[in-house]
């Protein structure tokens, strides 16, 4: 199954944030209390709860930052 072109720029900011937030929460939680019996459930817990967060912030910055590096570049 393929989605619409036109759906790219929303299927981009889920994608990007979701493993943004996959990666970070891993490292955050690995720094601060390192592996442990629950580890997983609070990994996982922590991306459910940061997720609604960070989607619609890249949806938002994503096109501006776009704009940005277009000016900044040759």
Known sequence: MRIPARF???LF?????AIMVC??????LLTSQGVHEGFVAEW?????TTWPIAFPTVAIVAPWVRGIVGRLTV
């Open 23 to 28: 990666i970070v929460s891993a490292f955050v």
């Open 13 to 17: 900011s889920a994608l990007l944030s």
């Open 8 to 10: 790219a720029p929303v």
């Open 44 to 48: 996982a817990k922590s991306c459910a």
